[in-house]
């Protein structure tokens, strides 16, 4: 194959203009174009006329006479370059028998994943997850932003797919992939009924509506191939002897021999770290971000970065950051284009928000969370769950200001320090009740004032972003694990056996790192044991 980069075309275009372009990228006429594969799209709208980026691989039409080497070599053009598609391989070297099948810790993407694999090479995993099936968890889900009446066992952190399932299913990563896992996570979601461009796609996204199916189909696939997967179904304790594991308790009720844990819990599960701590794991706080989240109109938003085309393309997306006075980072997170705001407490009189949006992105809003990074020594308390603490403390605070309600307040009487009474021109677009208040009631003082500066600071680079009826609502306090669990290098905590994984665990910062972290996972197990444990 050929590969062609930085194909620039129009807004409009069709398959054949594509086909055109890399015609005269290789100096050869359209009829000798066989086929064009997309390796890469993006929007280029640095200049006053937006266009499309690509990047393709071509294969010239059957019959051609012409080689690959010479067509690049006369092409005389830096961007044409010989391809080859890389592929996943890993082979399993693993000698050691298991007396029980490996069990995995939850079912967001780190454990689907290293359960789906080692269901694959023939391991007969047990999968246990603490909250329900897809189906029955969205009902919960939106019993709670309905009535306010929260399930502390299944809810947006917890249940089918993990919290993930209810984001904008962002992709994206910045994970170095020498040996080829995005490809293979990025395969699997589209086997398993993501829409096939995400393969290609600059900052590709599944989206909540279509990420649930995903996640239900890939668990599917695991009991196919011999795993089980058991809901509703709770780590409660571990059984140690020396410095390894033997065995597991179930709901406080049912013990279960296990040589292999995969601890592959999310970044909510507060209780299970707890458990962990107390049962000698080394864990460590973790330094994660936190803030408000913050709504503008999204034709606002994509009008700024496309200009009058806006309405031809995707909902537009930002990536903001600031540097404060005081030394602060304050930047954008986890930015959903077309999205809600979402209700995503997991504990009781406790509140946090978070960002969700369909695959069509369609809605009247954008939003995003503006966060600012705390470190270990803002935390007011010491030790590995200091983090844990410190979140804590700000979500009561926001449960308490919002009156059990998200709350909300316009960025106009943030910068006076006032209740807001009314809403403005931007309606909130929240699942959930919300209450208006005075968000500075729900962090600490240095970080409204590091979020004060940092919107001010972004409306220099999206014109309208502080303007003073944009709707703020807090506290986002999930953005990343508080806790990491320390491992190895063959990924293994300090009990033998107990392998941390995922964003939880505190190896990954999104749904394809996280996966990715559970293909690693698989591959450190599968070294050292046979996949011969019947099911």
Known sequence: MIRISQLKLPIRHSEEDLKIAAA??????????????????????????????????????????????????????????????????????????????????????????VAWMLAKYG?????????????????????????????????????????GTFSDGKLNTLVKDAFHRYGLVMETFVNFGAPSEIMYLNKPHIGTDKLRAVVENMRKDIIRLGGEVRFETKLTDILIEGEHIKAIELNHREKI???????????????TFELLLNR???????????????????EMISK?????????????????????????????FCMCPGGFVVNASSE??????????????????????????????????????????????????????????????????????RDSATIGDVTPNIKGSYCLTNLTKCLPSEIIQALTEGILAFDHKIKGFAQEEAVLSGVESRTSSPVRILRNEGF???IKGIYPCGEGAGYAGGITSAAIDGIKVFEAIASIYAPNCEG
């Open 24 to 113: 005269k990228a290789l100096k050869l006429p359209v009829s000798k174009i066989g086929e064009c594969c997309i390796v890469k799209k993006s929007i280029d709208a640095r200049k006053d006329e937006v266009k499309y980026i690509y990047s393709i691989d071509v294969i010239l039409s059957q019959g051609s006479k012409e080689q690959e080497a010479t067509v690049i070599a006369r092409s005389h053009n830096p961007s044409v370059i010989a391809s080859q598609k890389s592929l996943y391989g890993f082979t399993p070297t693993g000698a050691d028998k298991l007396k029980s099948r490996p069990v995995i810790v939850g079912t967001g993407p780190a454990g689907l994943f």
């Open 123 to 163: 391991f007969y995993p047990l999968v246990i997850e603490r909250g329900a099936i897809i189906s029955r968890r969205v009902e919960a889900v939106e019993h709670f932003w309905k009535t306010n009446e929260l399930n502390a066992e299944c809810n947006v952190q917890f249940g089918e797919g993990g919290a």
């Open 257 to 271: 021999p296990c040589e292999v844990l995969i601890t592959a819990i999310g970044h909510s599960a507060r209780d």
């Open 280 to 298: 000698g794991l080394m864990l460590e706080p973790k330094a994660f971000a936190i803030g408000l989240r913050i709504e503008h109109k999204q």
């Open 304 to 332: 700024f970065q496309y200009g009058n085309d806006f309405m031809l393309l995707p909902a537009a997306d930002y990536k903001l950051t600031h540097q404060t006075q005081s030394g602060r980072g304050v930047y954008s």
């Open 348 to 417: 009781a009189e406790h509140l946090a928000v978070n960002g969700m949006s369909n695959y069509d992105r369609k809605e009247d809003n954008a939003n995003s969370a503006i966060v600012v990074t705390v470190l270990p020594k803002d935390f007011d308390q010491t030790g590995p769950l200091s983090g844990i603490a410190f979140q804590r403390k700000w979500e009561q605070a926001a449960y308490l200001a919002g009156k059990g309600k998200v709350p909300v307040q316009l960025f106009g009487d943030l910068l006076r320090d």
């Open 492 to 494: 293994e905590s300090n």
